[in-house]
């Protein structure tokens, strides 16, 4: 008796979880979808920021900083989550930028975020298959010459039959449909801390 009351204790558990991702995950393409109605000049100049809930001036950024802003829209602090990780464990993070943590700009890096979403959300499987990608998933990209990229999966589909992508490739951010236009390196979903 005690086993089916736990079993139906923990199945209870997940279905909240699943209704709590499911409403996240709403919020978090609208947030998407909403960061395309700002006009950003793409700069990637080193900038000190306030910490936390630090920003680089509103109209400039890069593709992380949209992927920062989408967050910080729903209530996640990624320079502070990135941040907060990387003091416990710089090692595991990339090192050719500098050899100690800088919430100025350690979120601002896509191999970064990589390593935080790896760590500390869902790593999900990188292939051609466009039925693989759900909305409010994040996707990195190798552009070739040591170039990466980030974007987030939203809810509308383009011409292709892929979901789009919000990103900003230096033209602020858009919604597209690219998902498939550079490799793939990286396939995550983040649902917060």
Not at 40 to 53: E, F, L, N
Not at 123 to 128: A, D, E, K, Q, R
Not at 162 to 183: A, C, Q, T
Request: hydrophobic share 40%; with cysteine; proline share 6%.
């Amino acid at each position: 008796m005690l086993l089916l009351v736990a079993l139906a204790i923990c199945a209870h558990a997940q279905i909240l979880r699943n209704a709590s991702h499911v409403e996240f995950t709403h919020k978090l393409i609208a947030a998407a979808i909403e960061r395309t109605h700002h006009s950003v000049r793409y700069v990637s100049d080193y900038a000190r920021i306030s910490y936390p809930g630090g920003d680089v001036p509103e109209g400039t950024g890069v593709c992380t900083d949209e992927i920062i802003r989408i967050y910080r829209a729903v209530g996640i602090d990624l320079q502070k989550e990135v941040h907060e990780d990387m003091v416990g464990n710089f090692g595991v993070y990339p090192q050719k930028w500098h050899r100690h943590p800088d919430p100025n700009i350690d979120h601002r890096r896509v191999p970064n975020l990589m390593v935080f979403f790896s760590r500390n959300g869902t790593v999900l499987p990188v292939t051609p298959r466009s039925e693989d990608f759900s909305p409010g998933d994040i996707v990195a990209w190798d552009l070739g010459g040591g170039i990466t990229h980030i974007g987030i999966v939203v809810d509308r589909k383009g011409s292709s039959g892929s979901y789009m992508v919000v990103h900003n490739i230096g033209r602020g951010p858009h919604m597209e449909d690219v998902l498939f236009d550079w490799k793939v390196i990286g396939h995550y979903r983040y649902y917060g801390p």
